[in-house]
């Protein structure tokens, strides 16, 4: 499908970071960061071009500064600055505006989804508690809460939350994909794949589940069927960068991983 992007493995990069993994690592299972897809999580802004959002910023930052206290135009400009990558600025405008409004769920939860963004995971994990509750909980939420706890090393912990989250929304891939990526920190790749393969399943389409997924088989030393997920659907050169790409993210020593294909097994796809 022409028009997109080639895939370049700049979030998964900070995964392999996390885990003390190289390519080389994985004839030892050694693994990485975190967290895979969080494209439906708490408060997530629909998708809109680059363009469209940096609008969004000009004009809802002039709403803002016009009455600071209107709560929905503070939630909007929270997630336009968040969208364009300045975390810091969504974090303080969503922090003034959860104050002053502090039953606001919707505050609330875009709050704590800025505080993860931005690396405060154990006060966003407390915020996003407050923004639902056990009786309704909200399993964008439960995802993004997730994520808070397997940056904080809690991995087991994160799963309750991503299992939790899939008894609402079953098979989601966005849960699937932080799932997978999950298993990744605490060096469980078969069940990475797994996750991510069942990711895919549904969302066939979905770049960062891709890319994830080529990631975890190509730690496994499996890199002719890494490449052919990275490349499912992409024109000549844009395969070619996305291969290069996932070459430069494997590449950690001059020693190839072996391949663990018996070790993995098949990947369950239910």
């Known amino acids: 499908m022409r028009g997109r992007s080639p895939i370049r493995f700049v979030a998964t990069a900070s995964v392999l970071a996390m885990a003390g993994l190289s390519a080389a690592g994985c004839s030892s299972l050694a693994l990485k960061d975190i967290t895979g897809s969080t494209s439906a999580t708490a408060s997530a802004p629909a998708p809109q071009s680059d363009a469209d959002w940096r609008r969004a910023v000009e004009i809802y930052g002039e709403r803002h500064r016009a009455n600071p206290k209107d709560p929905n135009v503070a939630l909007q400009y929270g997630l336009a600055l968040r969208a364009t990558g300045q975390r810091a600025q969504s974090v303080a405008v969503l922090e003034q505006a959860a104050i002053t409004h502090s039953e606001n769920r919707a505050l609330l939860a875009a709050y704590g989804r800025a505080l993860v963004d931005n690396g405060s995971y154990q006060q966003g994990f407390d915020t996003l508690t407050r923004a639902h509750t056990p009786d309704n909980p909200d399993w964008h939420i439960l995802s993004v809460q997730g994520t808070a706890l397997d940056r904080l090393g809690r991995h087991e912990d994160a799963r309750r939350y991503y299992a939790n989250a899939?008894?609402?929304?079953?098979?989601?891939p966005s849960v699937l994909s932080n799932l997978g990526m999950s298993y990744v920190l605490s060096k469980q790749l078969p069940q990475a794949e797994d996750a991510l393969r069942r990711a895919q399943t549904v969302a066939k389409d979905d770049a960062?589940?891709?890319?994830?997924?080529?990631?975890?088989?190509?730690?496994?030393?499996?890199?002719?069927?890494?490449?052919?997920?990275?490349?499912?659907g992409l024109p000549p050169d844009e395969a070619a960068e996305s291969v290069s790409s996932l070459k430069e993210m494997l590449r950690g020593s001059p020693e190839q991983p072996r391949s663990r294909r018996a070790e993995a097994g098949p990947a369950s796809r239910t």
């Open 208 to 232: 960062r589940v891709r890319q994830n997924l080529a990631l975890v088989v190509g730690l496994q030393g499996r890199m002719a069927e890494a490449e052919t997920i990275i490349t499912a």
């Open 166 to 172: 899939l008894k609402i929304k079953p098979d989601e």
